[in-house]
């Protein structure tokens, strides 16, 4: 029995792969956790149809993202914040607080695409690496002044 497998499963497939299988493993095991669905000349249309519109959107958002990263490519963040002699600060500066500033220089980057090597406990300038997937990334700097 031919099916169209809309879940990943082990030994069997991907998801949107048309496979055969035995129809009793796909009546007793596949359908009833909406793991797969009968391969008929409409579901397999319907199917490629939903996988094309899903491949434009897809580089569309790739598209936009790449776009984003050439604009704050070269941009700088500044904090400042209270430190003592050393020039240690009084807390960190988080991916949390590097994404509202960006929010405010009118960016929108989530902070779990902010990625820092150490947490930011001194004065200076500091990198931090803005990646968003599909090999897209780029280097900003992170400016700390005493308040």
Do not use: C, Y
Request: hydrophobic share 40%; aromatic share 6%; no cysteine.
């Amino acid at each position: 029995m031919k099916i169209i497998l809309q879940k990943d499963v082990k030994d069997v497939g991907k998801v949107g792969d048309v496979v055969n299988v035995s129809s009793g493993f796909a009546r007793n095991f596949l359908f009833p956790r909406k793991l797969a669905a009968e391969a008929s000349e409409a579901k397999v249309t319907e199917w490629e149809h939903l996988k094309r519109v899903a491949e434009s959107k897809k580089k569309k958002a790739v598209k936009e993202r790449q776009e984003l990263l050439e604009k704050i490519s070269g941009v700088s963040v500044k904090f400042k914040m209270a430190a003592g002699e050393t020039e240690k600060l009084f807390g960190t500066v988080t991916t949390h607080e590097i994404s509202k500033e960006f929010f405010k220089l009118g960016f929108s980057i989530d902070r779990k695409d902010i990625h820092l090597d150490e947490p930011i406990k001194m004065l200076g300038t500091h990198k931090a690496i803005v990646r968003m997937g599909e090999g897209l990334e780029t280097s900003v700097q992170i400016v700390v002044e005493k308040n």
